[in-house]
């Protein structure tokens, strides 16, 4: 089942990110924020954008939303977009489900086109590999840019990717 996050779900949200920070470049955040910290990003983002999870026997596998992208109006027909699933529940089609619900979700908001920021190995590495670039790719987004060595995690130099996808006509 796949419903609009609320505050409430926090603890969860964070427990799912808290790994990702602290076991993987897949964000090049250095330390978990806090659950207060947290919540405040989640109601922040619920403002003006969806903010989805997905549950499977009660619990939440996963969340995705979507934020502005660079925040000046002429970008309004566009935002960036982040997915995270615990990491237990990798290649069981949840990430294509939160993302096309968000996709459908913000195509009724008018957005065209999507964005997605990615950490990119310079060479694969137990902390990150290509299989977000790849996900990426396999749902429909291209890759339009890449940021060479920007981030800094774990004693080793990261790249940073953007991806893009066009979901609607730009009349």
Known sequence: ??????????????????????????TFECDAPSLETFRNRISGTLKKYPYLVLEEGGIIRG???????IGRAAYDHSCEITIYLDHNSKGCGYGRALYE???????DMGIL??????GGPVVEDEYLTRNSEQF?????FSKVGTFHKCGYKFGRWYNMIW???LI???N
Not at 101 to 107: V, W
Not at 113 to 118: D, M, V
């Open 113 to 118: 086109n999507l964005y997605a920021c990615i």
């Open 136 to 140: 990426h790719q396999h749902i429909g």
């Open 163 to 165: 991806m893009e996808k």
């Open 63 to 69: 969340y995705a939303y979507a934020g502005a992208f």
């Open 1 to 26: 089942m796949i419903r609009k996050a609320t505050v409430e779900d926090a603890e969860r949200l964070l427990e799912i990110y808290a790994y990702y920070v602290k076991k993987t470049a897949i």
């Open 101 to 107: 619900a968000l996709e459908l979700a913000l195509k």
């Open 168 to 170: 609607g006509n730009h």
